[in-house]
Each structure stands twice: as C-alpha cells, then as structure tokens.
Nanobody, 122 residues
Framework: QVQLVESGGSLVQAGGSLRLSCTASGRTFSSYTMGWFRQAPGKEREFVARISRSPDITYATDSVKGRFTISRDNAKNTVYLQMNSLKPEDTAVYYC???????????????WGQGTQVTVSS
C-alpha cells in the first residue's frame, strides 16, 4: 500500500512558476513509476508527465514540454513537478500517482493522491 500526499498548489499569475511536491509513504517508492495528472473543471483527467524507476526516464505531454519538469528524490520518497511559464489553461487540480508500469494511462496507476489546486490568473 502506498499513500501519496501532494502539496505546492497555489494561485499564480500567468508567466509565473510553481513547484508541486508529492511525498509517498512506504519503503517501495523507488520501485514505482510516478506520474502527474491534472483535471480542469468540466474536463477529463489528463496525463501531464511521468518518471520511471531508475534510471529516471521522463516524458511529458506536448502541451507542457519545455515548461514543466518532473523529477524524483528516492531518498525523500518525493516526486516533483516544476512548472514554469504558467498559462491560464494550466489551471486544474493536479494529482500524483504511482504505477508498476511505465505508462501515461491513468488506469495503469494504482495509487493516487488527493490532489492540489493550481490556479493561473491572466
């Protein structure tokens, strides 16, 4: 069992930056692929970025490439999402999740956090 707790969401102006954190319980964090997803009001949950187990291969969806960076610190059981050049369309609840497979499909993720709100004002 893995419990995930996100933090770092906030209200920020367009062009600003935020760093989201997700800390996991348990001793098997390093064995999971970690992903970030987001869900805007009235929209389906969408994939944002993922990072594999070692050797930390990363992938981000096209809409955030060059602006968002995912990273992990296994010693701290934490995965991060650095978000730069934020746009109003990035406004959403952001969720971290853990998976046994390297996937961008939400259904492949076994554990989810409660979400953290990111609001970008224009």
């Amino acid at each position: 069992q893995v419990q995930l707790v996100e933090s770092g969401g906030s209200l920020v102006q367009a062009g600003g930056s935020l760093r989201l954190s997700c800390t996991a319980s348990g001793r098997t964090f390093s064995s999971y692929t970690m992903g970030w997803f987001r869900q805007a009001p009235g929209k389906e949950r969408e994939f944002v970025a993922r990072i594999s187990r070692s050797p930390d291969i990363t992938y981000a969806t096209d809409s955030v490439k060059g602006r968002f960076t995912i990273s992990r610190d296994n010693a701290k059981n934490t995965v991060y999402l650095q978000m730069n050049s934020l746009k109003p369309e990035d406004t959403a609840v952001y969720y971290c999740a853990a998976s046994r497979v390297y996937s961008y499909v939400a259904g492949d993720y076994d554990y989810w956090g409660q979400g953290t709100q990111v609001t970008v004002s224009s």
